[in-house]
């Protein structure tokens, strides 16, 4: 399984990126995947979460801003960020789990087996 994330930045406040993860070696569409971040001194947390039947799950802090899509057929996640802030600045991670995950347990990071390197995203004010 390799996950590869793209489309990382430098971006003003209030700006918008697209953080892209091509998925290989597995079966795509039957893998819970997600977004995580890291910001510097801090635990890695979980921002939005699609599942394989495509429900989806976001933390409050990017609720009605960033928005998860897959295509299956490109074996791609996708992580639209609208609005951005400086609170919004951390390294960005693909994670896929080969199991479906109960909403409650969609963020905790034990869930998911396999991790991309991350993509930087930048907001500056």
């Known amino acids: 399984v390799q996950l590869v994330e793209s489309g990382g930045g430098s971006v003003q406040s209030g700006g918008s990126l697209r953080l892209s993860c091509a998925a290989s070696?597995?079966?795509?569409?039957?893998?819970?995947m997600g977004w995580f971040r890291q910001a510097p001194g801090k635990e890695r947390e979980g921002v939005a979460v699609?599942?394989?039947?495509?429900?989806?799950s976001y933390a409050d802090s990017v609720k009605g801003r960033f928005t998860i899509s897959r295509d299956n057929a490109k074996n791609t996640l996708y992580l639209q960020m609208n609005s951005l802030n400086a609170e919004d600045t951390a390294m960005y991670y693909c994670a896929a789990s080969q199991y479906r995950i109960s909403w409650w347990a969609r963020f905790q990071k034990a869930f998911y087996a396999y991790w991309g390197q991350g993509t930087q995203v930048t907001v500056s004010s």
């Open positions: 070696g597995y079966t795509y569409s039957s893998y819970c």
């Open positions: 699609i599942d394989s039947d495509g429900s989806t």
